[in-house]
């Protein structure tokens, strides 16, 4: 074996004083059957998790808040589901002057739940209705309906679990999807990137107005249509409204 040399008997202690070999030494004596290896790479794991959730105080501006999100790619229901931390403008200087202009509450508050949704998702998360009900003290109802709200009056679909997970998608989510595939010309693809849906729902909503549309240009009723495809009632008189007002008239 070989002497370690009067330096590292001198110095290899003072390590110790660090974050890192602090967690370890930890994990090594209060859990005994975590070996140094392991004990490291979890030591490494809850650094991660500490340096993400404590942003240094300057990288905040003034009116932002720290929120630990729904990770975007893992569902609210899963077991294994994983958080993001993102940084919200809870409260801006184009909020102040919107006060200033008069502007109705209503309306700055709708623009104030898009714009912490949309920051969420470009940092990785996503929030849902709760979430935004917690941060402003409002309910879920009256948040859910000034985004809904916001998505008519902007023509968008804004991204939160309902359409991201496919958790109870509205028809207004399937009305911009269809008029974006049948008005625009747009692919799936394009289309599930401009209403923050995945490609998975977006294929589901166009495949199955499709097979709506030829049954219906075949003068099939709704009872017919329901038989044949499947597809319930509510949700075929869902999509005979949507091409009502896009097929029809082209």
Not at 43 to 56: W, Y
Not at 183 to 198: D, G, P
């Amino acid at each position: 074996m070989l002497q370690q040399s009067d330096h590292v008997k001198r110095y290899r202690s003072a390590h110790d004083r660090y974050l890192k070999p602090t967690i370890i030494n930890f994990l090594v004596r209060e859990l005994r059957y975590l070996g140094p290896v392991t004990a490291a790479n979890v030591a490494d794991e809850l650094i991660r998790i500490f340096d993400e959730n404590s942003p240094k105080k300057n990288n905040l501006k003034h009116g932002q808040m720290l929120w630990n999100a729904l990770d975007k790619n893992t569902r609210g229901d899963s077991p294994k589901r994983k958080y993001k931390a993102v940084v919200l403008s809870v409260v801006t200087d184009e909020d102040v002057a919107l006060f200033e202009q008069g502007k109705p509450i209503r309306q700055i508050r709708k623009q104030v739940i898009a714009r912490l949704m949309r920051e969420a998702y470009e940092q990785g998360g996503i929030l849902s209705t709760r979430d935004v009900g917690l941060i402003l003290v409002m309910s879920d109802g009256a948040i859910s309906l000034a985004r809904v709200e916001y998505e008519k009056e902007a023509q968008v679909v804004l991204p939160h679990p309902g359409v991201l997970h496919d958790m109870g998608s509205t028809i207004t989510h399937k009305q911009i999807i269809i008029k974006k595939y049948v008005v625009e010309k747009k692919t799936s693809n394009i289309i599930a990137l401009e209403t923050n849906h995945s490609q998975r729902a977006v294929d589901h909503y166009i495949r199955d107005f499709n097979r709506v549309k030829i049954l219906l240009e075949d003068n099939k009723d709704p009872e017919f249509i329901h038989l044949a495809t499947q597809i319930s009632k509510p949700t075929i008189k869902q999509y005979q409204a949507i091409y009502n007002q896009y097929v029809k008239e082209l």
